[in-house]
């Protein structure tokens, strides 16, 4: 069985900086694509970044130059450093893992993703 659990959340001042993990149990994070995504109260859930299984990164604008997806397949972890947080980057903050080459997209864009974390909860303060 497929699981993930998110760690690193907290709350920061603006400009702040933190580190979520995701560490993935049940199966290797090599055959899976894999993302950050986050939903802040009254908002649909967004992405964030992703990592597919072919090392290729994507970023959503908000986030370009300040956050940096990367994952340590030995650790079967997922991470997410966030830089120069800013009070909009408030959210709960989910680890996704997908299965399919033809469905990754949909996941991406729609956060439509065979898997979740629980999320972590981040908070920056102005």
């Known amino acids: 069985q497929v699981q993930l659990a998110e760690s690193g959340g907290g709350s920061v001042q603006t400009g702040g900086s933190l580190r979520l993990s995701c560490v993935a149990f049940?199966?290797?994070?090599?055959?899976?694509?894999m993302g950050w995504f986050r939903q802040a109260p009254g908002k649909e859930r967004e992405g964030v970044a992703t990592?597919?299984?072919?090392?290729?990164?994507t970023y959503a604008d908000s986030v370009e130059g300040r956050f940096t997806i990367s994952k340590d397949n030995a650790k079967n972890t997922l991470y997410l450093q966030m830089n120069s947080l800013k009070p909009e980057d408030t959210a709960m903050y989910y680890c996704?893992?997908?299965?399919?080459?033809?469905?990754?997209?949909?996941?991406?864009?729609?956060?439509?993703?065979?898997?979740w974390g629980q999320g972590t909860q981040v908070i920056v303060s102005s």
């Open positions: 996704a893992a997908h299965f399919g080459t033809s469905t990754w997209r949909i996941c991406r864009e729609n956060a439509v993703c065979d898997y």
């Open positions: 990592f597919a299984t072919d090392g290729s990164t």
């Open positions: 049940g199966y290797s994070m090599d055959f899976y694509d």
